[in-house]
């Protein structure tokens, strides 16, 4: 069993920064490609941003280039989705999510394909 807690959620205002951590425990952390993605009141689940099993390799969605990153220590079983210049419409719950492959790919932009999932944390931007 995989466990996903996400922390650092808040409300922040219009050009601000927050700093979410997912915290993963139960197996190895990096047989794992890790996920965030977002979802607003009445709005679909969305992608964010991920990362592959070692680290190297990071995608993030059109929306939120240049602004937000994703990384992983896999020492620490933590990964990181560091927002900047946030805007009112980042606003949603963000969740982390953790993807088992055999190998180092490239990780999946599909919610459905990810494995295990955190409760979840609030983000809010006001303008």
């Known amino acids: 069993q995989v466990q996903l807690v996400e922390s650092g959620g808040g409300l922040v205002q219009t050009g601000g920064s927050l700093r979410l951590s997912c915290e993963v425990s139960?197996?190895?952390?990096?047989?794992?490609?890790m996920g965030w993605f977002r979802q607003a009141p009445e709005k679909e689940r969305e992608f964010v941003a991920a990362?592959?099993?070692?680290?190297?390799?990071?995608y993030v969605a059109d929306s939120v280039r240049g602004r937000f990153t994703i990384s992983r220590d896999n020492a620490k079983n933590t990964v990181i989705l560091q927002m900047n210049s946030l805007k009112p419409e980042d606003t949603a719950v963000y969740y982390c999510a953790a993807d088992y492959l055999y190998y180092d790919g490239i990780p999946s932009y599909a919610a459905g394909d990810y494995d295990y999932w955190g409760p979840g944390t609030q983000v809010t931007v006001s303008s």
């Open positions: 139960g197996r190895t952390f990096s047989s794992y490609s």
């Open positions: 990362i592959n099993r070692s680290g190297s390799k990071q």
